[in-house]
């Protein structure tokens, strides 16, 4: 599942720039346009086919970080333990989160080959502010994996909170395991878990922190 959600992730790589179209662009448009582009930049990539981890972490730092509300997808994998957390547990947690998603998925970037994506038609009306955009990932030879992306309208745009893929979430996969973590270890273990899983994750430094 990690391998084909950092594809998708990286398939998506283009929304940040293709916001600046128009910020009405419905967002189905935008992740069909520009995924079209990040196809041709992977294809083209040799350094990214060939793992240089240092331009995989520049690409997600530029492209694909800015597409996702870490804050709110921290939030709702962290569940029911979230009110209990200090502002400062919780900052950790965004960032540790975060750095976790980027090293896991960067290091299986160069597992694009001729994969090609669909996108399916969008219903949305003009004051829609939630919306699950569904795609499929056609690949030579396997079965077509479905591809929901759950994004919410922001005043910078359409963000991305949650990924389905084949029917597992993204967030709903992680709470499990976050959870009874914090049962056995407290919050302040989670956030230790985390950071220990990012740096055993990479052999390169690690990309920069934030939310």
Do not use: C
Request: charged share 20%; proline share 5%; net charge positive.
């Amino acid at each position: 599942m990690l391998r084909t959600l950092f594809l998708l992730l990286a398939l998506t790589a283009g929304f940040h720039s293709a916001q600046a179209w128009a910020a009405d662009t419905p967002p189905d448009v935008l992740a069909r346009t520009t995924t079209n582009e990040v196809l041709a930049i992977l294809k083209q990539d040799k350094d990214l086919q060939n793992g240089n981890l240092s331009k995989v972490y520049q690409l997600v730092e530029a492209k694909i970080l800015p597409n996702f509300d870490f804050n709110r997808m921290t939030q709702l994998v962290i569940g029911k333990h979230w009110p209990n957390a200090t502002a400062q547990q919780k900052q950790a947690l965004v960032t540790e989160f975060r750095n976790l998603l980027v090293r896991t998925y960067s290091s299986s970037l160069t597992a694009f080959t001729n994969q090609t994506v669909e996108f399916k038609p969008l219903a949305i009306k003009p004051d829609d502010t939630d919306v699950t955009v569904r795609s499929e990932i056609r690949q030579p030879g396997g079965q077509p994996i479905p591809i929901d992306y759950r994004m919410y309208k922001t005043a910078f745009g359409w963000k991305i909170y949650d990924v389905t893929i084949d029917s597992v979430s993204l967030v709903t996969n992680y709470r499990s395991s976050f959870s009874s973590t914090i049962r056995q270890k407290g919050i302040d273990g989670l956030i230790k878990t985390l950071a220990d899983q990012s740096s055993r994750n990479s052999a390169s430094p690690a990309p920069r922190s934030g939310s």
